[in-house]
């Protein structure tokens, strides 16, 4: 199964971004393997939709969970409906232990 985190940097010690839709990458993580990729967010910079927009890259992603700082409702709804679990309220120390 693979978790998306969002991202302020692009390794495993970055800090979590606390925007869903505006997270500068999402790290998509195998916990299992403990293998990742970053991925920049290519909503990051949107004029508007940004979390539909970051949705939709999340599920094409094929993650099944978003561990996030904040999740707007749209993006919420969204991914949802793309069977991906939303773990809100997320800190970097929360990340981290998620992981290990």
């Known amino acids: 199964m693979k978790i998306c985190i969002t991202s302020q940097g692009q390794t495993m010690n970055a ?3 606390p925007r869903f839709g505006r997270a500068a990458f999402f790290i998509i993580v195998d916990p299992e393997t403990k293998e990742f990729q ?3 967010n ?3 910079n949107a004029s508007g ?3 539909i927009a ?3 890259q999340v599920i094409d992603l094929k993650a099944k969970a978003v561990l996030t700082g904040n999740c707007g409702p749209k993006a919420f709804q969204m991914l949802q409906a793309g069977n991906v679990q939303v773990f809100s309220g997320i800190d970097l120390c929360i990340a981290q232990k998620a992981l290990s």
């Open 49 to 51: 939709g940004a979390g």
């Open 15 to 17: 800090t979590v971004d």
């Open 42 to 44: 290519k909503a990051l």
């Open 38 to 40: 970053a991925v920049e």
């Open 54 to 56: 970051a949705a939709k």
